[in-house]
């Protein structure tokens, strides 16, 4: 009986609650009240979306293009205007015609940098379990320069991610191969944007991973080459450049994904990081 006197007096209060902010009172009003809040909140979730989404601009993006990296990339480079450049017509040089299992390979230059990454790939080393089931889950282990800052405001909230060389995805599937988070030869700082980026209208690297996983999706095969660029001595790579070809010749391109973010901007010699647009 106790229990039930207060359930009863919990009834009452909640009822009068909701008469004093007009919920019986005014159904309609507030029906109406909590449709244009749930619009609200939708429209922010949209905006803050659309914002992280935003691709830096040509002259942001420019900016890491010195003659250093120029030379690495070669004279042929254009703006997609979507973030990223083109290079050599979006042609590569990669040999996608060969009898080989399936590979995966990572350099480091002179520096002790994480240099490249180079696989020739098929659906066999796709990895579609996360990675806390492989064992590859969460590190606190970071790369040179990973200077990360928090609460940016006016797109990614974040300035830096573990950026990959040869992605999880793609190559996790291949025994032996070190594809964890805390893999010097193969994770480099790289920018929010730069890594998680992935529409036809803000392209960073995950963008042209896409590609690659439907081709193998696909049962194509693929030669894939991740180059990180780096002006002169800095521990912050300037951008990647990423080719792929499949075999059957349907999948083909050379992009360069530049390490920027749109509200920062870094110093490539340490990683230490500067809001901008706030």
């Given amino acids: 009986m106790r229990f039930k006197k207060r359930l009863y007096h919990l009834v009452f209060v909640l009822l009068g609650l909701l008469v004093v902010t007009g919920v019986i009172q005014n159904p309609q009003l507030t029906s109406a009240s909590l449709n244009r809040i749930s619009q609200l909140t939708q429209q922010k979730k949209t905006n803050y979306h659309h914002q992280q989404a935003l691709p830096p601009s040509q002259r942001q993006a420019s900016s890491i293009l010195t003659p250093g990296v120029r030379q690495q990339l070669g004279s042929n480079i254009a703006w997609n205007n979507a973030g990223a450049f083109i290079i050599n017509n979006n042609r590569t040089n990669l040999n996608a015609r060969i009898a080989s299992a399936p590979y995966a390979v990572n350099h480091l230059d002179k520096q002790g940098r994480a240099c490249q990454g180079d696989a020739w790939l098929n659906k066999t080393t796709r990895q579609y379990k996360k990675r806390a089931a492989t064992g590859n889950g969460a590190t606190d282990w970071r790369p040179a320069g990973f200077l ?131």
């Fill in 148 to 278: 990360q800052a928090h609460n940016l405001k006016s797109g990614y909230g974040h300035a830096y991610d573990r950026g990959h060389l040869l992605g999880y995805a793609l190559v996790g599937g291949i025994r032996g191969f070190n594809a964890s988070e805390a893999n010097p030869a193969n994770i480099a700082t790289q920018t929010a944007w730069a890594n998680e980026a992935r529409s036809k209208n803000s392209t960073g690297q995950n963008y042209y991973e896409s590609l690659v996983r439907k081709a193998l999706d696909q049962n194509k095969q693929v030669r894939y080459r991740v180059t990180d660029i780096y002006d002169g001595k800095n521990i912050v790579p300037a951008g990647a450049h990423i080719e792929a070809k499949s075999s059957d010749g349907s999948l083909e391109f050379n992009v360069f994904v530049p390490n920027v973010q749109n509200n920062i901007s870094i110093n490539y010699a340490t990683g230490a990081v500067t809001a901008i647009n706030q």
